[in-house]
């Protein structure tokens, strides 16, 4: 995470997430996955092939894409179809566009009930016998039963959460890294699965994006680093306030 | 004049002088700010790599001059608020924090009997110039212990003129001592784990000894703590060097 400064001299913290060796590997069409839009299967990270039985590599072998650690699908529309094989790259995303972060969060192993849920616990001392972190009551006598989904002991962590509408603040072509503002779920140097927003407050965010995805065929020139509006780069002189 | 065996003076030509160059006999001072270090970690090179070259495109445009703790500096940022829309603050540099481009340093002074800390960011576009008005090291490498030192070592004249220091002369380090408030401190800065050599400690010996209950003497031969930075910081020198010529 870095901090990154607008023209203002606000300052922001930002995440910085790197688009690697991402390949589109499969069309599922609409009929097939039996619902109202088409999927697009998407690969991450590239790994040896040597672990993994014949049967599952077949995707990868179709695709003619070397074994991927993450494979995701996208629910995509028609007009946005990709042939499967194209590389994927981070200026698919444009500064001033906003993006959903999903990812696996950092596994915290099995935990009580003050760290899993912040339950407040019971005093340290008054006479309180061996009970400083416990859960107290979990049912009221006329229920008479336990509610399913009650909040108690567990394993913490290493679930699957999004954080929504984060803005996209630079994106560095070269290195294929995006500046994602604030944090993101997973730790550092995991694999990370990044949308368009779903909120309808930044429906109108996303315009001309590159669509259906940035090709690096040479036709688009691009600059190597694409900065938002509103980003200090550290090219221009000092801010002053007139 | 005659020498002792009766021959005439031979002619001596006078020694020649021998111009001794101080600016190249002392070898090029290497000074690399200490957030250019990567901190220990498993993050990827990568990320370091881009940091630095925002840094260095930074220090192009800007100059930041090199200090240390322990020195004075005088820093004018841009404020909205204040008039002719600088501010201008003269402290001495307590603490030298943050790696990458949040790196920050603190600078402490006595204003009209109020002691006032500003931490600001190097790397932050609000700042207009930063001057180094007297360059010097202390003993230590955090100088925080100055909140419970009497207030006279942390006065600083606002129109303090710069004390001019030549390129190839050595840092001086001002080996002062110290005189503190009496106790009690901020933390108990007489424990060995702050290893602090500037404070004259006028506590009797009973304290000193029990201080020493917590000394910890195992940690300096603690192999998983070491971090040897000396090659990693040969190789950013040079990096940062080559490109600041550019």
Known sequence: MMPIWTKSGEKHAVTLLKVQDCHVLKYISKEDSDGKTAKLVVGGKNVSPFHKTEAEMEIFKEAGVP???????????????????????????????????????????????????????????????????????????????????????????????????????????????????????????????????????????????????????????????????????????????? | CRRSDGEPAKFQPPPKPVIVDKQKQREERRFLSPEFIPPRGRTDPLKFYIERKDMIQRRKVFNIPEFYVGSILAVTTADPYADGKTNRFVGICIQRGGKGLGATFVLRNVIEEQGVEICYELYSPRIQEIKVLKLEKRLDDNLMYLRDALPEYSTFDVNMKPVSHLDYEEIPVNKLQVRMKPKPWSKRWERPKYNIKGIKFELPEKKMKEAQKWSQPWLEFDMLREYDTSKIEEKIWREVNKELKK
């Open chain 1, 67 to 242: 074994r991927k650690q993450k494979v995701t699908t996208f629910k995509v529309t028609d007009d946005a179809i990709i042939k499967p094989g194209t590389p994927l790259y981070a200026a698919h995303f444009r500064p001033g566009q906003f993006v959903d972060v999903t990812a696996k969060t950092i596994g915290k192993g099995f935990q009580g009930v003050m760290k899993r849920w912040g339950f407040k616990g019971q005093p340290a001392s008054h006479g309180q016998t061996k009970t400083h972190r416990r859960p107290g009551a979990i049912s009221t006598n006329k229920a008479s039963k336990v509610y399913r989904g009650k909040k108690m002991p567990g394993k913490m962590g290493n679930i699957y959460r999004t954080s929504f509408g984060l803005k996209v603040w630079r994106v560095n072509t070269k290195y294929d890294i995006i500046y994602v503002n604030g944090s993101v779920p997973g730790h550092t140097n995991c694999l990370v699965k990044v949308k368009d927003t779903k909120l309808p407050t930044y429906k109108d965010c996303n315009k001309n994006p590159p669509f259906p995805t940035f090709f690096a065929d040479g036709d688009e020139e691009l600059p190597e680093d694409l900065y938002d509006e509103e980003v200090f780069q550290f090219t221009d002189p000092s801010v002053t306030y007139a």
